[in-house]
């Protein structure tokens, strides 16, 4: 008999994975840690589209007037003000919404919801079809352009993110949990 002492047994295979997928569900993947970071720079990039929006409505009354003698419709200056304070309203309403889908995503896509995945690639799309529709229109200010533009490349690129096969491997293992 010898005098070794005895050491335990290396737990099998089974054990290992439980503890793998553990480890998956509980730690974001570097490409989940990316995308969360881009998504909370889309929600900065919405905030600077609304003020970008803001800082060039100076034509916006003149437009609305514009548009308004186009259609023959009889208006006062106070109509025209009243329109321009619902367009002002909306640019702020639409940007905060989107600022807080973005910070949204990200936080849901951070924690490892697989719906937080197939909701942001809608939102990416919607996004993407929206931005080409105002340069198609050829009336956007150039600044909104290029903002618009910065905020698709870095959704897309979040997007991109989130398909990749550790951040598949993180949201599969949250969903078991």
Known sequence: MSNQQQYPQFPDDSARSDRDAYLASTQQPPSIKTAVTLMRVGAALSVVGILVALVTLNTLKDDIRQQLQDQGTAFSDSDVDSA???AVAFIIVVGLIGAALWLWMASANGKGKSW????ATVLGVINVLSFLYSVSQGTTPALS???GALNVIVG???LVFLYKSDS??????????
């Open 145 to 147: 352009l290029i903002v």
């Open 116 to 119: 937080a995945r197939v909701v």
């Open 84 to 86: 321009f304070g619902v």
């Open 156 to 158: 897309v690129a979040a």
């Open 168 to 177: 598949s491997a993180y949201y599969q293992a949250n969903s078991r949990r």
